[in-house]
């Protein structure tokens, strides 16, 4: 551990790459995948089981914290580390997605975003240095500008314009951030699916010499071979030696296929959702375990994985569980497929280390696509 925010590469295998990010709090190993906290909570998770599974730190929802319990409430108690008993890192993102989403309830200047809550209706108005104050009040580990995120498909001079306004407030959330020994401020590279902005974007926040950078703006409505082609075109242009974190992605393929053009950093709500709906992650693919033919099987989700929700309980419980909407299902599943993206992620790494992290990708892609229906 570091009292300084320090990047280390490690090894690389093709494009892949190996990293340890070591702050105060903790040292986060990359690739790494962020369970969503959105809230102050991994949903239907008790964090010692998320640690447990192999989560180095978690991700915080700013717009959402901040409209409940509140930062300055959240300070009062003492930090978001405290309040939810997590002291390991925490990256807290700006509430630029959330507030995307909110199409019909907001409004967008040079100043900042206003919009209405989507709990009470009441107004709120998040400018880059606010959205910075509000993480610094969580007193997160790694924060992220304010950005505009628009949902694509869109016209290019909107994409271009929302490019340059989140670039703006890359450098006024720099200067909001401040110096802060340990912590870091990431910025995020927007553009859409346009080549020549995506590289616009991250030209322009290299020059800042930020800690990390993120690549935003995908995974909203776009085909997955768009998304590996941004990448492609973006990561060459970011500075090699600094962490790259590609926000709200995802799939385990898209996972794998990412990490393949040199991604470091990974947070999705997929693996909870999909379990909280009955649809399970395994090494032998996707299972959905609603369909008939587990209501009377007696296997395991896999009887070879570390998790004991994965190698404990019968498919046949699972499916009962589901089908009759006991909570426990949807923690029972949410535990199963956390364990999962994190043992890919350690395979992802030690793949690396070994430069064999193309045979792993081949090897995991052919297990996901034999399926999980004979026993192996």
Not at 199 to 215: H, N, T, W
Not at 314 to 337: D, K, P, Q, T
Request: glycine share 10%.
């Amino acid at each position: 551990m570091h009292d300084t925010f320090q990047f280390t590469l490690k090894a690389t295998s093709g494009k892949a790459r190996l990293g340890e990010i070591s702050m105060p709090r903790g040292v986060i190993r990359t690739p790494a995948f962020m369970p969503v906290g959105t809230v102050g909570t991994v949903k239907a998770m008790y964090l010692d089981q998320v640690r447990e599974g192999g989560a180095d730190i978690i991700l915080g929802n700013t717009y959402h914290l901040m409209l409940r319990p509140g930062p300055e409430r959240v300070a009062r108690l003492g930090g978001l580390h405290e309040l939810i008993r997590w002291p390991h890192p925490i990256l807290t993102d700006s509430g630029g997605f959330q507030v995307m989403s909110l199409s019909g309830l907001r409004k967008l200047d040079e100043q900042g975003v206003t919009f209405k809550s989507h709990i009470d209706g009441s107004l709120h108005h998040m400018s880059p240095e606010r959205s910075i104050e509000i993480q610094g009040m969580l007193d997160s580990d790694i924060q992220m500008q304010l950005d505009e995120c628009v949902a694509l498909p869109a016209e290019r001079n909107e994409i271009e314009r929302a490019m340059e306004m989140s670039l703006r407030w890359a450098e006024r959330c720099r200067i909001a951030f401040g110096e802060q020994p340990g912590k870091a401020m990431f910025g995020i590279v927007q553009g859409g699916d346009i080549p020549d902005l995506r590289i616009r974007s991250a030209e322009g926040l290299k020059q800042l010499d930020l800690k990390g950078y993120a690549v935003g703006g995908l995974a909203v409505g776009e085909p997955q071979h768009v998304m590996l082609e941004m990448l492609g075109i973006t990561l060459p242009v970011l500075p090699t030696e600094k962490p790259r974190y590609l926000m709200g992605v995802g799939t385990p393929d898209d996972i794998l296929k990412s990490v393949a053009q040199g991604i470091d950093m990974f947070d999705c709500v997929m693996p909870t959702r999909s379990g909280r709906h009955g649809l399970a992650f395994t090494r032998r693919g996707k299972v959905n375990i609603r369909n008939a033919r587990h209501a009377e099987d007696m296997r395991p989700l896999d009887e070879q994985s570390n998790c004991p929700a994965s190698r404990e309980y019968s498919r046949a419980y699972l499916h009962h569980l589901v089908r009759s909407n006991e909570a426990l299902g949807g923690m029972l599943l949410s535990w199963n497929n956390l364990s999962y993206y994190q043992e890919l992620m350690q395979g992802i790494r030690k793949s690396i280390d070994e430069g064999r992290f193309e045979d792993f990708m081949a090897e995991t892609q052919e297990m996901w696509a034999r399926g999980d229906i004979d026993p192996i």
